[in-house]
Every structure is written in structure tokens, then in C-alpha cells.
């Protein structure tokens, strides 16, 4: 399927469908009103002519069709009051707009984008219904017998404002390159564990890299080279698979880069599937878990789309790739194992093994001295407990930096929220017979202990946060541009304003 802007008539005047937003306005009596955008005014007169159109008042999420002059039809969204319309508001409108459509057997599709300009900014309300368009269609269909078919070849975005003709390429590219790094981090999440395990998992990121992101700098380190390493955390997750770890490094660095350039790590982790060890999941539990490499699927899809739209920073992208099975080498509770930094670990159960491989990532990472840190990880169903399905918790060393981030976040639209690490916690962390323990001595407060557990790797003087996305990395229904089920690529679009922001 195509997706292109058209400042001519050509296409809006042939397609099948038109898509129109209207917006509801009280009146002086306070009674509501539909108020109406249209770039087209014959449809405007067309409309307010219908005699079943009176109830219809443009109501956030209400929707109405009719049949246009030409035989076409009008599919007008309504996206309530204008003045509370903002980026959110036009994203979920066009991607409830285009789940409307797909399945119609017609040529084309066409946006109005002036319709749908609430915020006062043609180009961006483009970026907008291009992003909703492209992330609303995305299909993981590839075990289907019979894969769906796109019912119609295009969608056209309807621009008039021809001001904003020489800037459109550039931000309707910038934007793909962002919506096609979400679509990738969703399929490298919804791949079954039977094929993705971490050998092919790394393989599929170098392919990636060579194709796509030019100049990148890849090494990738396998079971020989982490016992080298003396990553003990790591290998102790490993030890029970019957595939190597890998643990994939890739390196951006900007083309005017200076000895002053910002230098930013992303860390995550990637469990392609988790048992749970000797700890073994209940059965239910272990329906799903596939997600549990989400966290590195997250920050490879937004150092991909930083390095496509030329972050102006370094970015360094750790990803520790293992599954965590049974078998009779896997390693069994009560059992201690030594940190790449040299703290002994006391292992009290072997279903909290993500903090145990971003540990020793994060240690790796914190070795290269960037700037700054971010990991991410499906790491603690406390989170879920904690924030619920729709809030992605972060917590680190450096409010001032967890500021930003959430800012990013906010500007994104995505949800985040900063729990914080307390001194009793990290306490808590202290075992009898080790340095560190890898649960706390409760089942409360499970996030903010993982975090705690994972302080101790983060060098000195370095910047950190860490992102549990365990509630946001799958499962995102009531985002009508995320799939119903499987992964949602959340949190992605939050780090590529991060790393791209100058």
C-alpha cells in the first residue's frame, strides 16, 4: 500500500473514499453543533443538506457517512471540541478512520488534512495522519495460510496549503523512518520463540544493520567471548539453553561528531523466551513470554530511527540475547555466581534472570563511558501491579535526566512514570552470603528492588534510567494504532525524540 501527500486534486477527486474530520462546538444556548473544516465547500454544502445529519455533532469518536456527488463515499470523523484536539487526538481519530476502511474493497482512500488540523500546523497534522495511517496498518500475519491483502493500494493525504510543499519530503521521510523501525521492533516481538532464539535473533539484527544503517559499527560477542568478559550473570541465565548467548554491540556516530558530542547507551534486554529456570512459570504464565525480549526489540527500533533521521549525538546500542530453559545444566536456586564487575550474586530464584543478563550489559556498557545510560526490559509483573497495562515505569540515579526523559514521553504522548530507588531497597538487595541477592526480601515493591538490583552495575558518574516496559511492550487494545494483540512498538517514539532532540 502507497502513502503519499498530493497538493492537486487529482487523486482527492478519483478516490473511492474520503476521509473528513469535524469537530462538535457548543452554541451561545449551549446546545452542540457539528463545525466543519472541509477543504472541499460543494461537500460542505452536500452535508448540510442531508436530513439525517442533524444528531451528528462531530462527538469525539463518533463517526458518519454519506454518498458523495461522484458516487464516492465520506467517511466524516468526529474528533470533538477543536480547542482540546491535540496530537493524540488526530492520531487515534485516523487510525479509528482507517480500521473503517481497510477491509472496503475500493482503489483509493483520501484525507482531508485541513479537516483534521486542529492544532493550527499543516505539516505537522500530516506527520500525524501519516503516522497513524502507517503504525494503524501493520500485519503480523506471516503463520497465516491466507495473509490479508491491503483492499485498496493507496492512501492519499490532501494538501492545499502549498506553503509547506519544500519541507513535506523531508518530514513525510523522517516520519517513515520512524513508523518502519516501530513495525520492525514488532516483528522481531512477535516472532516465535521456536525461530527467534538469540543466535538468529543477532543475526537478523546485523542483516538489518547492513542494509539499512549505514556507517553503524557492529560487533557481536558470543559465549566464548562473554566467559572472556567474565560475565557470570549472563552465562549463568544461558547456561540451561540449548542455544549460545549473544550479546549484539552497535555503534553510531555522528558525521560531525566532536570530542564535545553527547554520547548516549542504550541497554536492553533480550530473552526470547522465558521459562522461568528451575523457578518454572505456572502454565498460564508462560503463555506470552516471547514478549520478554520487548526491551531490546524497544531500543534497536529507536537507535534505528535515530541513526536514519541523523541524531546529532553518539549512540551506543547493547543488547544481551539469551532464552532461559531447564535443563540439567541450568542453574538452580541457592546457587552464587560472580558479576562482571567482580560482586558475587546470590541466586534465590531463577525467574528474576532479566536483571541478571542487564547487569552485566549494563556493567559492559557503563566500561565504553557514555553520557549517559538508558535500559530497557520487560523486567518485573510488579509493574504491572504498580502502573497497569497503559504506563511504562522508569526509575534511575539522576532526577534531572528522568525529567527529561518523561518529557520526551510526554511530547510523544506515551505514558511514563518515575517510581523511585530508596535507600532501604537497595539494602534490601544485600545478601547473607554474597554481595547481592537477586529478589528482594518481599514480594512488594518488586520494580523499584529490580532498579536497586541494577544500580550496582551502573558506572560512576554516569547517567541512568531504566525503563520497565513490561505493561506497554504488548497488548496495547486501546491504542486503535496499535495492534489488538501482540507487540505495540510504545515507548519508542518517546526515544527517538530523546536522541534525536537538539
Not at 463515499?73 to 482507517?98: F, P
Not at 552470603?433 to 532498579?451: E, H, M, P, V, Y
Request: charge should be positive; proline fraction near 2%; include cysteine.
Amino acid at each position: 500500500m502507497k502513502i503519499h501527500v498530493d497538493f492537486t486534486e487529482d487523486h482527492y477527486n478519483n478516490a473511492s473514499i474520503k476521509i473528513v474530520g469535524a469537530y462538535e462546538k457548543k452554541s451561545k444556548e449551549g446546545t452542540k453543533q457539528v463545525q466543519l473544516a472541509w477543504t472541499e465547500k460543494e461537500l460542505v454544502t452536500a452535508f448540510k443538506a442531508l436530513k439525517d445529519v442533524e444528531n451528528f455533532t462531530g462527538a469525539k469518536g463518533s463517526s458518519f457517512s454519506f454518498t458523495g456527488a461522484n458516487g464516492e463515499k465520506i467517511l466524516v470523523i468526529g474528533l470533538g471540541e477543536k480547542a482540546k484536539t491535540k496530537d493524540e487526538g488526530i492520531r487515534r481519530a485516523i487510525a479509528n478512520a482507517y480500521k473503517a476502511v481497510e477491509g472496503k474493497k475500493v482503489k483509493a482512500v483520501t484525507i482531508d488534512a485541513a479537516s483534521f488540523n486542529a492544532i493550527n500546523n499543516i505539516l505537522d497534522t500530516v506527520k500525524l495522519i501519516q503516522e497513524a495511517v502507517e503504525l494503524s496498518s501493520y500485519k503480523f500475519d506471516k503463520y497465516l495460510s491466507k495473509k490479508s491483502v491491503p483492499t485498496f493500494k493507496e492512501v492519499c493525504i490532501y494538501v492545499t496549503d502549498k506553503k509547506v510543499k519544500r519541507s513535506i519530503d523531508k518530514a513525510t521521510a523522517e516520519v517513515s523512518n520512524v513508523t518502519e523501525s516501530i513495525n520492525f521492533s514488532r516483528d522481531l516481538s512477535n516472532e516465535v520463540p521456536n525461530v527467534l532464539h538469540s543466535v538468529e535473533y543477532a543475526k537478523r539484527i546485523e542483516k538489518d544493520v547492513k542494509a539499512n544503517l549505514k556507517g553503524v559499527k557492529t560487533k557481536i560477542l558470543g559465549k566464548a567471548d562473554l566467559k572472556k568478559e567474565k560475565m557470570g550473570m549472563f552465562l549463568a541465565v544461558n547456561a540451561g539453553s540449548a542455544h549460545e548467548p549473544r550479546l549484539v554491540h552497535l555503534t553510531y556516530t555522528p558525521k560531525k561528531a566532536t570530542k564535545n558530542t553527547k554520547h548516549i547507551c542504550l541497554v536492553g534486554k533480550g530473552l526470547t523466551f522465558d521459562t522461568g529456570g528451575y523457578s518454572l512459570k505456572p502454565g498460564g504464565s508462560m503463555v506470552g513470554m516471547k514478549f520478554d525480549m520487548a526491551g531490546s526489540a524497544t531500543v534497536y527500533g529507536a537507535f534505528r530511527a535515530a541513526v536514519l533521521n541523523n541524531s546529532p549525538y553518539k549512540i551506543t546500542l547493547i543488547l544481551g540475547m539469551t532464552d532461559n530453559a531447564v535443563n540439567e545444566h541450568a542453574i538452580v536456586p541457592d546457587s552464587v555466581v560472580t558479576a562482571r564487575n567482580g560482586m558475587t550474586v546470590e541466586i534465590l530464584n531463577t525467574d528474576a534472570e532479566g536483571r541478571l543478563v542487564l547487569g552485566d550489559c549494563l556493567d559492559y556498557a557503563s566500561d565504553l563511558k557514555p553520557d549517559q545510560i538508558i535500559d530497557a526490559a520487560t523486567l518485573t509483573g510488579a509493574c504491572l501491579v504498580a502502573l497497569g497495562t497503559q504506563v511504562c515505569a522508569i526509575l534511575g540515579n539522576n532526577d534531572k535526566f528522568i525529567k527529561k526523559v518523561t518529557d520526551s514521553a510526554k511530547k510523544s504522548d506515551e505514558y511514563m512514570w518515575h517510581m523511585p530507588i530508596i535507600p532501604e531497597w537497595e539494602d534490601d538487595m544485600k545478601s547473607n552470603i554474597a554481595d547481592l541477592k537477586n529478589i528482594g526480601s518481599t514480594r512488594f515493591a518488586g520494580t523499584a528492588t529490580a532498579a536497586a538490583f541494577l544500580s550496582n552495575f551502573v558506572g560512576e558518574g554516569i547517567e541512568w534510567a531504566h525503563l520497565d516496559v513490561a505493561g506497554v511492550a504488548d497488548g496495547q487494545s486501546h491504542l486503535p494504532y496499535c495492534p489488538k494483540k501482540g507487540a505495540s512498538g510504545l515507548i519508542i517514539r518517546t526515544l527517538h525524540h530523546l536522541l534525536t532532540a537538539k
